[in-house]
């Protein structure tokens, strides 16, 4: 399997280099030859062959350079025009003084665009934390790429270092997964993960002053929030989730159910009761829908149901949703 080119569009890579230097020597590559290093195309060092499609012939290396440098400079100046329209539109705002000394000192929320932006946000702010993380992390079907796996393990190592400590919570279908396992086999320090069927959007909380938080599904979008007393909310509501979740790390034995059915089961069921359709539990659970189905069907079987409304009037009747103790 050809390896994923993770450089950026105006980047040529090694295995790039190579191949347009085999390009030079041959005349020609075949089109495929060129599919695991894209910026050679995207870079203009390749061009389709006009007598052949299948083929790329290179272009000549002077000529490249000249593209690419007259490219390098045309962004530069459009750099330099965009320093100067906001260099005049701020000079005519740096006269207007706050209406008060409490505007002034009114702590701000600021809004982040784009992850690379978000990341340096949160990277610097836990840079100078010295206390606590807390973390809420929802299953999501983005799998983060490795190298922003590993920038997070040594960040939160580095806190973990100075004496401070790590809490995060996950959703319960997450609990068994191997890259959450493995992150915490990695890192040392006083450092727990608990999990619950439900958790909020996406939440960090550091040293209790700032707290950061998605503002668009996607979470292309951030609010950096540093009122205290939003912050404060947060880390409370933090506080009360956390004491309701399972132990993930350390690891916790969970306790066999008496009744045969499970924890997992029993949230969906109380979901159930509530009339939520198939999708909306698999959702709120943090499941594909085919597995919400199966469990669904194998409470259904466990009960005796043989409808979806009989279903509902058993859960309720079997008293499953009124035990105490149950680990969720």
């Known amino acids: 399997m050809t390896a994923a080119h993770t450089h950026g569009a105006e980047e040529l890579c090694e295995a790039g280099l190579k191949l347009y230097a085999r390009a030079l020597g041959e005349g020609r ?31 000549d290396p002077p000529l490249a350079l000249h593209r690419l440098l007259s490219g390098m400079a045309e962004r530069v100046a459009e750099e330099r025009r965009r320093e100067e329209r906001l260099a005049t539109m701020f000079a005519s705002l740096a006269g207007i003084a706050p209406r008060s000394a409490a505007l002034a000192e009114t702590p701000t929320i600021s809004v982040l665009s784009g992850l690379d932006r978000i990341g340096e946000a949160i990277e610097r702010t836990l840079a100078g934390a010295s206390d606590e993380m807390l973390s809420i992390q929802p299953q999501t079907r983005h799998t983060p790429p490795a190298a922003l796996y590993a920038e997070a393990l040594v960040r939160d190592q580095a806190l973990l270092d100075r004496g401070g400590r790590i809490r995060v919570l996950y959703q319960h279908t997450q609990r ?49 929030v540093r009122h205290p007393a939003l912050v404060a909310f947060f880390a409370t509501a933090f506080d009360r989730l956390w004491r ?56 259904a ?28």
């Open 29 to 59: 590559v075949r089109a495929g030859d060129a599919d695991g290093v894209p910026c050679l195309v995207g870079l203009g060092l390749l061009e389709p062959d006009i007598e052949d499609p299948r083929l790329l012939r290179p272009v």
């Open 176 to 224: 068994h997964a191997p890259s959450v396992l493995a992150r915490y086999e990695r890192l040392r320090g006083d450092v727990e993960a608990r999990t619950l069927d439900e958790v909020t959007p996406r939440l960090i909380v550091i040293d209790r002053e700032v707290a950061f938080i998605p503002a668009n599904p996607d979470r292309t979008l951030a609010l950096e």
């Open 244 to 299: 309701l979740a399972t132990p993930m790390h350390p690891r916790a034995v969970e306790p066999p159910s008496p009744d045969g059915v499970t924890t997992r089961r029993r949230a969906i069921a109380a979901l159930l009761v509530e009339g939520h359709t198939d999708a909306v539990i698999a959702d709120r659970l943090g499941m594909n829908i085919r597995t919400a189905r199966v469990h669904i069907a194998k409470l």
């Open 301 to 328: 079987a466990s009960l005796g149901s043989e409808s979806r409304a009989q279903l509902g009037y058993l859960i309720g009747r079997s008293g499953i949703l009124e035990q105490e103790g149950v680990t969720r």
